[in-house]
């Protein structure tokens, strides 16, 4: 069969008849003939050297198996790594409701296609902010990192002022794209960006680092609690305090599945807390499955008005005694203004929140309690049969809620090699942060959930004693 006659399956309009007519009605003889704004110059000549067409969805299926094969996942394999990107436990009714048809095959729809969507949305908004303790929930968008930048940018249009400070701490992905997003410093528009030294103690911040640099041409104090290398921070409170007093705004980027056993972001005196979804119902996905949020206290409409994300909320209709789920303020985003949006918004983690909406229906406050609860307890177990290692200890204490930074500076091996030994015992290691964070030498931040059982715990010690010794 000749592919000038093939009929795609994946690919609409493929039928050479409807190709024809399309042609047709914009005036062109050739598909080509659409690129002719392209200077020749630019165009590619000759044919490029990528396999053929597979025609067969059972052949694209083998083809597609054959690749994942060449994996090692975390199905066969103890894994402790953590690091934005978490193994947690996903109920059956999760992936039984977000697979359904609606949710998954639509892209999506407006008002009368997509009811079901709107509700979701907001349920899921509704349940978000409540264990936030925070009024107003943007819709998931992308990851922490970019969340992180569009949460300062945010702060920074409130305050008028274009200073912010992070912890030195913090994630070196999510440092990067906040960076990125708040723009490079010698331009006139940017936003400039300064790291907070830590306790070496605690991994805490250093509260009087923080004094000496926060001003009152600071936008906002950002701090993550739990913080990038496990610590969590028992200073929140204060550093509010100390932001507030400068006039910035206090922004807490957390870990929603930690709200169970710790404070909300909200009790701790937040205006602005982000953070990712991906730890409520949503497996883990060759490092996908994030969904940024933001959320903010709605005391004050400027919050609503400068958050960029879509917001859902739900109002009375023209019939008395009905409701119905609706975007909220939609002009003020990029699809109402278009390229004068105060920030990009686009395709988002429509998929995540359906399953993030189920997850914390089905766990309730007593379920966030116990799995935070069953986390902290099996991570300190982890931590202890580690320290018992000769050479190995565990940094900043063990003030943590699920990961932590072990130290194996002591055994003269390298965090590569312990880990190139784990994997052939079928065990991922921890995060080597030797390359982001040398202060720490041969450190790796390790990750234990409700899914590791005692025996997983005792078998990575086994292994890490055996490596060692």
Known sequence: MSDEFFVHPYIPNSVPETKRRMLEEIGKESALDIYEPIPERLRFKGALDVPGPIHSEAELRRHMQGILAKNASCAENLSFLGGGTWQHSVPAAVDEVANRAEFVSAYDGLYYTDMGKQQVKFEWASQLGELLDLEGVGLA?????????????????????????????????RLAITRTLCGPEEMPASIRVELV???????QIDLDDLRAKVSDETAAVYIENPGFLGSIEGQAEEIGRIAHEHGAQFVVGVDPISLGVLRSPGSCGADIACGDVQSLGVHMSCGGGLGGFIAFRDDDPVYASECPLILFTILPTEKEGEFAFAEMMEERTSYGLRD???????????????AGAVYMSLMGPQGFREVG???????????????????VSIRFGDGFFKEFVVDFGGTGTTVADINAALRERGIFGGYDLSRHFPDLGQSALYCVTELHTKNDLDALAAAVREIVA
């Open 141 to 173: 968008f992308y990851d922490w990192g970019t969340v992180t930048g569009l949460s300062l940018r945010m702060a920074s249009r409130i305050t008028g002022r274009n200073h912010v400070l992070l912890p030195d701490t913090l994630s070196p992905e």
């Open 197 to 203: 030294g830590h306790d070496p103690a605690t991994g």
């Open 340 to 354: 004068k949006g105060k920030d990009w918004v686009g395709t988002g983690a429509g998929l995540w929140m359906v």
């Open 373 to 391: 609860e069953t986390i902290v307890k099996r991570a300190h177990y982890a931590a202890r049969r580690l320290a018992d290692i000769p050479g």
